[in-house]
Each structure stands twice: as C-alpha cells, then as structure tokens.
C-alpha cells in the first residue's frame, strides 16, 4: 500500500485539478471518454473520485456516473458506468499501480454495494481472469469490445455478411465522408432512432458539444453515410499511434437494411489504415443497436467472423440476481427449462 495514499472525490479535488491530471499523461482514450462524460443529461450523477498521495498529487483517476432506476416513482437501484475507465498516472511503480488499483476497486465496490447497483460498467478494470468485485456478489460478464488486425485491404477484414453488406451498399449508391463541425443533430437524431428508452433524454448538444467539438486537438474522426440530407449511419473513432478506438457506431433502420452501418465502418477503418495503423478496438459505443449493446456486440462477430480478439474493455460486473435472470434468459433461449432456477421462477 501507498503510504498515505487516500480517495477523494472530484468535487473536492476540484476541476482545475482534475483537468490538468488529465491532460497528456492520459491515453485519447481516458481524454475522449471523459469529455463525452461532461455531454450527459443531467438524469446521470457524477461520483468520480481520484486517488490522491500524501503530497496531495493525484495518482490516479476514475471518472463514475450512477444513473437511478426508479420504481413507481421513487430511486429504488441505479447502474454505475465508467467511461474510459481508472486513468494511473505516469511514473509510478508496478506495486505502486497494484496498489492503486486496489484502491479503486475497492471504492467502486463499496460503491455499488451502497447504491444497489444492478450492474458496473468499468473499462479496462478486467486484465485477467481475476473478478475486482467478487467480494461484493457481483458476477462478471463478457467484454464487448474486440480487436481486429487491419490489412491493406479493408474489405479482407469483413467476414462473408459483412462483405455481402458493403457491397449492397455501394450498389446502392451511398457514399460515406466525414462529418463537419455543426453536424451534431445528424448524429442527434439517429441516436434517438436507436436509443433504449430511457436513453432518450440525451439532448443533440451531447453529440453537437462532445463528438465534434469537445476533442479538438486530438486525432479524432466522424463518419456519416447520407441519402441526400438524410442520416443513415455514424462512426467515430479516434486514433492513437499504434491502435484505434471505435467510440461510436450508429444506424437507423433504413440504413442497416442498405448496407450503410457497413460502409460508414469500412470508411472509418479504411482511414486509420491510411495513417498507417494496423489495430483498431470495435465496440457498441453507446449501445446504439437492436437489442443494445449485446446486440452490437452480434452486429460485428457477423460483419467480421472469427478474426475478432476479444479486448479487456466495456467489462460488465452484475449483480447476483441480474446475472441469474441473465443465465435464465439464455437458457431459455435454448428451449429449455433450468434445473436451478432463481427464486420466484416456475415453469409455465
């Protein structure tokens, strides 16, 4: 343990503060997420916390959101999200890091025990087979971020439905290009198409304010496939020295059944490819597809086959009656009936 090492919140640490240990010790991914954090509706509360040494300098950072589920009115449980997950500082050593580390998983358990939370989201908090929040009941979920390795040619990447949709795209004469500054309602409005509905309260300035504007500075792209003035498909990636992140990836009805969600990916991939990087992490973004995230995460396996590296990213803990009706669901999926189901369940 740190000597003297102890969590603060943000608000004590204040914004100034947190802002300038953002700055570039942290990876794109940590400097996006967290900027795209400050475009959520108010519906979210922010309890990020940061872990401070004893000379009061920040060692590390976890930004946290709770967004209350509310029963007959009244905020019953909530769920916890993480976007880019605990940022560590540079400099410290690896027992430095192992301890920080424990820190954070501590609080966030303490956390979502306190909260009842009914599930964790925390990003890049999963590098091995070890559960952080076991202690606290919580049971672990499948990443649904995945890596590919990127070819000379992009469309060498897409399994056989991938490649069957990008050609009824181009068949379909949809063209992709890049979104411009004050594009923010075209991806507003096909967030809205495929958001859950409690989702919906997001306002377009999250998109106007944090994916176009709030990263300038860094090597981030946007992505839009139009018919006319008519938004079918978005993607948004940033683009690190060696890898690229898929933040985004959205489209409306219309569009998947053209081929657009397709050609706005290949468009993405085909550009980091051009700046001469060769991984790129796919993932749901904002869970923007049929059956949210769990459905994106079928979206790519289909479009990109048995060339996917699962990533330790978008880690999902669930509460333990959560992960029973999740182990329900799935075995009931496969028509049949579980030997052990959760209390309150009969055969009907």
């Known amino acids: 343990m740190i000597a003297g090492a102890r969590i603060v919140g943000r608000a004590e640490l204040g914004q100034a503060a ?3 240990s953002v700055g570039a010790e942290t990876g794109i991914a940590h400097r996006f997420a967290l900027q795209e954090a400050r475009g959520l509706d108010e519906s979210w509360e922010e309890l990020g916390f940061a872990v401070v040494g004893s000379n009061g300098r920040a060692l590390a950072l976890m930004p946290l959101l709770a967004r ?4 007959l009115g009244v905020a019953r449980r909530c769920v916890l999200q993480s976007p880019g997950g605990p940022a560590l500082m540079a400099g410290l050593g690896e027992r430095e890091r192992q301890a920080v580390h424990r820190l954070i998983v501590d609080e966030l358990g303490f956390i ?15 590098a091995g087979a070890v559960n952080p929040l076991a202690p606290y009941g919580y049971v672990p979920e499948d990443g649904l971020w995945h ?23 181009e068949h379909g ?3 992709a290009a890049k979104a411009e500054d004050g594009e923010g309602e075209a991806l507003a409005a096909l967030w809205r198409e495929n958001a859950l509905p409690f989702e919906r309260a997001a306002p377009p300035r999250r998109f106007a304010e944090q994916w176009l504007l709030a990263s300038a500075g860094d ?11 008519q938004p079918l498909a978005a993607a948004v990636l940033a683009l690190e020295s060696d890898r690229a992140w898929l933040w985004l990836w959205l489209a409306s009805v219309a569009g998947r059944g053209r081929g657009a969600e397709a050609l706005v990916l290949a468009a993405a991939l085909r550009s980091a490819r051009a ?3 060769r991984r790129c992490v796919l993932g749901p973004g904002h869970a923007g597809q049929p059956r949210g995230a769990e459905g994106a995460r079928d979206r790519l396996r289909r479009d990109f086959g048995g060339q996917l590296a699962t990533a330790h990213r978008g880690r999902l803990w669930f509460a333990p009656r959560m992960a029973a009706l999740s182990r329900l669901g799935r075995t009931l999926a496969q028509g049949r009936w579980p030997a052990d189901p959760p209390r309150g369940f009969a055969p009907w």
């Open 18 to 20: 947190w802002d300038a």
């Open 112 to 126: 979502a025990a306190e909260r009842g939370a009914l599930w964790a989201e925390a990003e890049t908090m999963a």
């Open 275 to 277: 700046q001469g990087i």
């Open 68 to 71: 209350p589920l509310r029963v």
């Open 147 to 169: 890596e590919i390795e990127l070819g000379d040619e992009i469309e060498a990447a897409f399994a056989a439905e991938g490649r069957a949709a990008l050609r009824k795209s």
């Open 219 to 229: 090597r981030v792209e946007t992505w839009l496939v139009r018919e006319g003035a």
């Open 173 to 175: 004469g949809l063209v």
